[in-house]
């Protein structure tokens, strides 16, 4: 009764609302966004720095996230890098001379807070010609104003950036008098212009003044209260605001910091000063803001401006642009000539004739409807995130985040499950299943930001691995069985590999290698192609007649094994391989292809031990070893039992060792040969009982069809910034946000896993004659793509 209920359930559901009916939600759903996106920038601005120092919140105790945009950590490296030949001065009171001694660290850690902390501070790193100086000025006055007017008035000794802000001195001196707030207002007014003037050429920050705890205030502070403070400031941000009649001021409102300390300050050891932690957070944003527009961070959107388009990107625009009102036009005039064979009625029977029979859908009909869809999948895709249109924010891993959006997917894993139609070891929909639940599984683990607590790394690095295991698997079974070493079965493969990469690295301006599992995945299907193709070629049908071929097959994977060791362990000759021309053009991440050797050389086993248990599992299963019948255990009762403590046993042995690792490099050393370990557990354990292997998830294998589309896709529309982020929709919500997009990503997944079959059949003739041609054609189109690509390579240096 309850399937019978569940069946009916799923019917019902399915008549209601279908994928169709789902993207069509979905595309309202982004245009709804996009609408709401566009208003929201034209109303509250464009600018996300005025964001940065402005407005933000903490993810954790110490994770700052700013509104709408991510915020970069820069390392020493990249600092001086951009400060290189800046003059940058801190000028004020003790808040102040905290930030300048954070923002120094992040130059130079070692720099040390010692000395008369009430006077001038200089610091200098000579080696990156980098000049970083305090100034002593607590008060708003005269002082102040002559350091400031000196500025002005001679070039040389301009500094690049003047951060600058006072007032608690002011409240102490004269006891929190209203006099001294008016002779503030005074003596900020006189200084405004002399600010506004060094704006146009400097970047010049105003630091409202932090909130204090009162309760921890000495009894020489306690007339410093947060009623005075907001007094000064408001009194700071009306002058500094007006100080330019017909525009905004130039002159930058460093608030930010005010959100912080109301977080913070009651970590404080006087109550008027902030927390160490505080003080880095506010550097770390003035870093920020004057850094992410010169070294533009992947990781730092506030602040940087849309990247412009390249040549490249503006003929897929053209194409794509191209494809869509070719189809509008296509569309139309078919849609005439239907009208025009509508059925007509019989005036002497009464009853209506039928002028013309449905026709077939054409080539030219689905390849531009199909280029139209996809036009406007990548018009969204460069939205999301090159086209600072959506918000970002930047990845923040609890253990919550992780593990309870697992069990949600475990549940309903589960509770979708069905009968498989066939009850062999690895069927169809067992591995659709498998990596179902993987792809759930890694697109969790990426988006809470999950890398940085190594036990669930080294987990997830095994169902990495156990991709890489299926393709071996795979395709060696393929080639093993139907012996169809064809231009056509190669062309198809590599094309539903690389279809959405290709078209991606186009449009978004990214490297192939940066989509690191599409080559890793096609350079082993080459090898495992190269490997069977090769005289002699030994498949199944030959191996039967003479075992000898067995020992044939066995010699060539002992001479992978040794090719596989070699590249291993030669990084030199493999990186030679890798950097000739074309190649290079192919596997080069930042200038090199050291990020491609450490990918390939994580899992470099792998495959061949995919390619080992399919020839183990064909031959036991060929000699009939193996029980597969529907309920049976794959096994004897005592084998199984056996072989099913074993593996239980190994899995958890595994996860022992991987939830105990301390040290990742040590850890990544052993994974390529200890992976394969919870692997066949995990096989076995899945496939000895009989009941096991009658069932599926229906859930996970509907996922496991499109996995390959939702890994790529994730990059871009998902997460953020290159994955460095996550995509914010809906802001302030983000529970709503994960549920909105995550549909929406979906959807998009599943359209382009669609788009990518319908051009395969066309892009992809079975006739050798045709398929040679359109091959010619691709070559010339990637030769042009590559003589395109140095011309831009050239263009930037």
Not at 261 to 269: D, K, N, V
Not at 693 to 719: D, N, P, T
């Amino acid at each position: 009764m309850a399937a019978l209920a569940y069946n009916m359930g799923k019917r019902e559901i399915n008549h209601y609302f279908s994928v169709r009916s789902a993207k069509v939600l979905a595309l309202v759903a982004v245009l709804l966004l996009a609408a709401c996106h566009l208003a929201s920038r034209r109303y509250r601005g464009n600018d996300s720095c005025e964001y940065l120092l402005s407005s933000g919140r903490f993810l954790g105790e110490k994770v700052w996230q700013p509104h709408s945009c991510m915020m970069h950590k820069y390392k020493i490296s990249e600092a001086k890098n951009c400060l290189v030949d800046k003059h940058i001065a801190f000028i004020g009171d003790s808040r102040i001379r905290q930030l300048f001694y954070s923002f120094v660290k992040i130059i130079n850690p070692q720099f040390k807070e010692e000395g008369n902390k009430h006077e001038n501070i200089p610091f200098e790193d000579k080696v990156a010609s980098v000049k970083v100086d305090f100034l002593w000025h607590p008060e708003v006055n005269a002082s102040m104003k002559q350091c400031i007017k000196v500025w002005t008035e001679d070039s040389i000794a301009k500094p690049h950036v003047i951060v600058a802000g006072a007032a608690t001195w002011s409240i102490k001196i004269h006891n929190g008098s209203n006099e001294a707030l008016s002779q503030y207002k005074m003596n900020i007014t006189s200084i405004a212009p002399l600010l506004e003037k060094l704006a146009k050429t400097s970047d010049v920050y105003w630091v409202l003044q932090d909130p204090v705890y009162e309760d921890l205030l000495s009894e020489n502070r306690k007339m410093i209260t947060n009623e005075k403070i907001d007094a000064y400031n408001e009194a700071a941000v009306s002058i500094l605001n007006s100080s330019t009649r017909n525009s905004k001021s130039n002159v930058k409102m460093f608030s930010v910091s005010k959100l912080i300390a109301q977080e913070t300050i009651m970590e404080s050891l006087d109550g008027l000063h902030l927390p160490e932690s505080s003080r880095e957070t506010s550097a770390m944003i003035l870093m920020n803001v004057y850094c992410n527009k010169i070294l533009k961070p992947v990781d730092g959107s506030c602040c940087q401006p849309r990247p412009p388009l390249t040549l490249i990107q503006k003929l897929a625009a053209c194409f794509f642009t191209s494809s869509i009102i070719g189809y509008l036009i296509f569309y139309i005039i078919h849609r005439n000539a239907h009208r025009k064979n509508k059925p007509c009625t019989d005036l002497e029977s009464g009853e209506e004739k039928k002028n013309i029979i449905n026709t077939p859908v054409s080539p030219l009909e689905t390849l531009l409807q199909s280029f139209c869809k996809l036009g406007l999948i990548m018009a969204y895709f460069y939205m999301c995130d090159r086209a600072n249109l959506f918000m970002k924010e930047n990845k923040f891993y609890t253990h919550s985040s992780f593990f309870i959006p697992i069990i949600y997917i475990l549940v309903l894993g589960v509770f979708y499950n069905e009968n498989t139609k066939e009850t062999k070891v690895l069927n169809r929909e067992q591995t659709d299943e498998w990596k179902g639940w993987m792809q759930l599984v890694i697109l969790i683990y990426h988006i809470s930001g999950a890398s940085t607590f190594l036990p669930v790394y080294m987990h997830i690095r095994v169902l990495v691995a156990a991709y890489l295991f299926q393709t071996g698997y795979g395709h060696f079974s393929y080639f093993w069985i139907k012996g169809d070493f064809g231009i056509h079965r190669v062309c198809q493969v590599l094309f539903r590999l690389n279809f959405l990469v290709v078209v991606l690295c186009i449009v978004m301006d990214r490297p192939y290698q940066f989509y690191y599992f599409v080559p890793l995945v096609t350079v082993w299907f080459m090898i495992i192609y190269v490997t069977l193709a090769l005289w002699p070629q030994i498949i199944q049908k030959k191996a039967n007649g003479n075992c000898f071929w067995h020992f044939g097959l066995l010699l060539k994977l002992a001479f992978l094994l040794l090719f596989i060791c070699f590249l291993a362990y030669s990084q030199g000759a493999f990186e030679k391989i890798f950097s000739l021309w074309p190649l290079s053009k192919c596997f080069e991440l930042k200038g090199n292809v050291y990020e491609w050797w450490f990918r390939w050389r994580l899992d470099r086993y792998v495959v061949f031990h995919g390619m080992l248990f399919a020839f183990i599992y064909l031959a036991l299963q060929k000699r009939q070893v193996l029980s597969e019948g529907k309920g049976e255990p794959l096994f004897s009762n005592k084998i199984s039992n056996f072989l099913l403590f074993i593996s239980v046993v190994s899995f958890l042995t595994y996860s022992i060792w991987a939830s105990s690792c301390k040290n990742k490099a040590e850890c990544n050393e052993l994974h390529p040969s200890v992976s394969v370990v919870q692997i066949l557990a995990f096989i076995l354990i899945r496939n000895i009982p009989g009941y096991a292997r009658s069932v599926y998830s229906s859930f996970f294998a509907w996922f496991g069809k499109i996995s390959l589309e939702l890994f790529i896709c994730q990059y871009h529309i998902w997460l953020a910034a290159d994955t460095r982020g996550i995509l914010v929709l809906i802001p302030g919500n983000p529970m709503l946000n994960i549920i909105v997009s995550t549909f929406i990503f979906v959807c998009v997944a599943h359209e382009i896993s669609q788009i990518t079959n319908d051009l395969a059949q066309i892009i992809i003739p079975k006739d050798n004659s045709s398929l040679l041609k359109r091959l010619a054609c691709m070559a010339a189109f990637f030769c042009g793509l590559l003589i395109l690509s140095s011309i831009q390579d050239k263009s930037r240096d």
